[in-house]
């Protein structure tokens, strides 16, 4: 079963429609690679901090989604000094930061199905072209969103169960049961789904 | 509603899982009970149209399973062991909601389907709810309601109480009993089916017995205790 992002809420962004959010998430992501100044960025990084406070989410919800992002940009920040300087690695982790804020206040103000509804509206043009379902498309993007923190969690507790016997270096013993469990996973939801006649 | 297994044959590879069932159901409360393995899921899965016979056939209400599937699976709805395998979006609404919009496009009306029919399960006020904060009754009570919405005419629950503890047993339980649509159980929980109509024993493959639950339930004691 998929952890949601999504907090339930009134607030002003979640009174957004979904579109207008997903839109204004796309222009700013595509206008933070304008900005080449740390100072705005870091005023973008700023904002984005304060639209994912003003979701109502508990820190410590957005501290386990964004924890595992520290290591990517402490390396990034690294590789990028060594090559172009200090200055140029605080903007491109501002950068990286920032956007990863927007994208998740996005996420904690939108429920999963309206951004699915969107992007099922955006793609029924392509539809006319006959090389897309836009239905089939919106229900594979659900059932991604909804198996990615369930594998996660699978991974973690099989690596647990693997420790336990001893076997915690061995990746084959993590591996291999964590994509049975997936397949079958996978194959009960596709059960699931087909009875519910959808 | 009228269910007819007609020489029904499911076979897999490995072994003859279901062996040339014959039988006609028509009563409003039907129990499945059997050993595990004796094939008691598949006969379920039959009348959805999950499984299809690999000889023999399935009728619901006159519609065959394998050619009619779309209509079947429209009148017949299915609620599995595990409500985490049925619940594909986070909200309780949302999910709800998906697969509601054929049936009902206008989204005020979907809502309204939505909202009455968890509050006859007693869960109204789960609806804004995350699935994952459910307990385990209550997320069974969602993935019934789940199937409440589409409104069918029949329902077949597999296993239904298995993983739940004795208070959320309870609840389901109590929300079988109230649920004014045709039922087929399959079941470990023998006191479940003992107000049923008809209680089948599945065994090896075959309807070993077939009888009022006290008969068929002290036969099942008797030949698999």
């Not at chain 2, 409104?151 to 609840?171: K, M």
Request: aromatic letters at 6%.
């Amino acid at each position: 079963m998929m952890e949601p992002l999504y907090v339930t809420g009134d607030t002003p962004l979640h009174r957004l429609p979904a579109w207008g959010k997903l839109l204004a998430l796309l222009v700013a992501g595509a206008g933070l690679f304008v900005l080449r100044d740390p100072l705005w960025l870091a005023f973008a990084f700023g904002f984005s901090v304060v639209l994912v406070w003003s979701t109502g989410v508990a820190a410590a919800a957005v501290w386990r989604q964004v924890r595992g992002l520290l290591w990517v940009l402490l390396a990034v920040a690294l590789f990028t000094g060594w090559f172009q300087g200090p200055l140029e690695a605080l903007a491109v982790v501002l950068r990286v930061a920032a956007m990863v804020g927007l994208a998740l206040a996005v996420t904690l103000a939108t429920r999963t199905s309206d951004l699915i509804a969107v992007c099922e509206k955006a793609l029924r043009p392509l539809e006319r072209t006959g090389l897309v379902d836009a239905e089939k498309v919106a229900l594979a993007l659900a059932l991604t969103l909804r198996f990615v923190p369930e594998i996660w969690r699978n991974f973690q507790e099989i690596r647990e169960a693997q420790a336990a016997r001893g076997l915690g270096a061995n990746p084959v013993a993590l591996i291999v049961p964590l994509i049975v469990l997936t397949l079958k996973r996978a194959q009960e939801v596709s059960e699931a789904i087909d009875a519910r006649s959808v | 509603m009228l269910i007819e297994f007609d020489q029904a044959v499911v076979s897999t590879p490995q072994a003859e899982v279901l062996r040339g069932v014959s039988v006609t159901l028509a009563e409003r409360r039907i129990g499945i009970v059997g050993p595990n393995g004796a094939g008691k899921s598949t006969m379920a899965r039959l009348v959805n149209g999950l499984v299809v016979p690999s000889s023999g056939s399935v009728r619901v209400d006159g519609l065959d399973t394998r050619q009619d599937l779309k209509a079947v699976r429209a009148r017949v709805g299915f609620v599995f062991q595990n409500p985490e395998n049925q619940i594909v979006f986070p909200i309780v609404r949302e999910d709800l909601a998906f697969g509601l919009k054929r049936l009902a496009p206008d989204r005020q009306q979907r809502e309204a389907r939505i909202d009455s029919q968890l509050a006859r399960l007693g869960v109204g006020h789960l609806a804004d709810r995350s699935s994952h904060t459910l307990s385990g009754g209550e997320r069974q009570l969602v993935a019934l309601a789940a199937v409440l919405v589409m409104e069918p005419a029949l329902i077949v629950f597999d296993e239904p109480t298995t993983q739940l503890d004795l208070r959320n047993r309870n609840r389901v339980r109590a929300a079988i009993d109230g649920l004014p649509h045709d039922a087929i159980v399959v079941s470990h929980d023998l006191e479940l089916l003992e107000d049923f109509d008809r209680v089948l024993v599945v065994r090896d493959g075959t309807i070993a017995a077939d009888d009022t639950p006290a008969a068929a339930l002290r036969w099942y004691r008797e030949h698999c205790g």
